[in-house]
């Protein structure tokens, strides 16, 4: 799948777009940095460039993938979301990582909500899991704000991760946590608006 065919999800702020060349610079940024010691990092500059063009082969390999997360007016990057599943995973996830910069505005809650929404919509999911690491507390707190709930039965990768259920489409549907979400994000649009304890994505 050509870059140019991959389908861009429109959000209040942001703009999902398939991974572009130019993209790549705050991409290995990210990846050769501390943030991403929860996702295989941090990653030398070979290690960040073949990394980055998986994301992009990704999506010929299996007809979805990560998105470039852009803000809508500036388009500045923010970080990724998106599906993944590389080979032998038991499943595809929903993913993502937000750029150190800009953590704590609510990118990473309002990007995994559209990802979601075009995993169920689009790709007719009836469920969705994301595998985090135990000591990822951010991405774990961000799990649980979109409804998820830890599933002990469910297929790791590795046995070093755990493994967070989303709700189902029905569950989700016009539901108060569907509600819940998309005000915390309207919440977030507000430059005044300044969450309470550690900064969230």
């Not at 390999?61 to 995973?89: C, K, L, N, S």
């Not at 991405?139 to 599933?151: F, N, S």
């Amino acid at each position: 799948m050509h870059t140019a065919n991959i389908p861009v999800l429109n959000t209040k702020r942001l703009s999902l777009r398939g991974p572009e060349a130019e993209d790549y610079p705050d991409f290995k940024t990210t990846f050769s940095s501390y943030r991403s010691r929860f996702m295989g990092g941090p990653l030398n500059a070979y290690e960040a460039w073949m990394l980055y063009a998986a994301e992009i082969g990704h999506w010929n390999i299996r007809g979805f993938g990560m998105w470039m997360i852009h803000d809508r007016i500036t388009d500045e990057t923010y970080g990724m979301a998106g599906v993944w599943q590389p080979a032998g995973w038991p499943t595809a996830e929903l993913a993502w990582i937000i750029w150190p910069k800009v953590a704590g505005r609510g990118i990473a809650l309002e990007a995994t909500h559209a990802v979601r929404d075009y995993a169920y919509e689009t790709l007719n999911w009836d469920t969705a899991v994301s595998y985090l690491d135990p000591k990822n507390l951010e991405a774990i707190r961000l799990a649980e704000r979109l409804g998820c709930t830890k599933d002990a039965d469910a297929a790791s990768v590795d046995d070093n991760d755990v493994v967070y259920r989303h709700p189902t489409p029905n569950a989700l549907h016009n539901s108060q946590l569907r509600h819940g979400i998309e005000m915390e994000i309207d919440h977030y649009r507000d430059p005044e608006f300044t969450p309470k304890g550690w900064a969230l994505d």
